[in-house]
């Protein structure tokens, strides 16, 4: 198994994954976040490749104080086998790389089990609560995450 920027030609499958996986909400266009991600030299997509075939994927990037870290998702049939663990890590070499110095991710509340994954990997529960704002007054009336 790699890991590396995701090609363009797994893209679609990149969003299926998401899609499978529960990550995707109505109002936000994951291939739009992914053309986004790709674009510029502070983020980028990165893909577990297996035998040609998409096995995962963790969207990353930083903001010149910390990195974040999207999308992490590992093809249903390969969960459970460290792929998880390895494109978390792979994250956390991308932006310590670029000399951050702390990753912080967001987890929807109804994500339980998924939390545990973060904890196992180091990660904590922070004193704090994220506020955010749609500059399309439509999108914002439409969501809250
Ligand atoms: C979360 C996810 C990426 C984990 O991938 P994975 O390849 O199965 O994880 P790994 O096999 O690398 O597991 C690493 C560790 O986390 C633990 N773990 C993984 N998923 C867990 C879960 N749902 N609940 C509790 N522990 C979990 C494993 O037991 C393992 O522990 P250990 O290394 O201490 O023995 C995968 O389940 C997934 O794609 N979920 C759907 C998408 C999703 O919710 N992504 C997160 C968005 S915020």
Redesign the pocket.
Known sequence: MIVERLPEHLHEDAVSLWEE???TRPWNDPRADLDRALAGPTSTVLAAVEEGRLA?TAMVGHDGHRGWVY????HPS??????????MAAAEGWVAGRGIPKMQ????ST?T??R??YE??GYAVQDTVVLGKFFDPERQARQSG
Request: proline content about 0%; charged content about 25%.
């Open positions: 996986a529960g990550l995962g999308y992490v998702a590992v390969r969960r459970g086998n460290g792929l998880g663990r390895e494109l991710l967001m987890v929807r994500n089990g998924t545990e994954f196992r990997m």
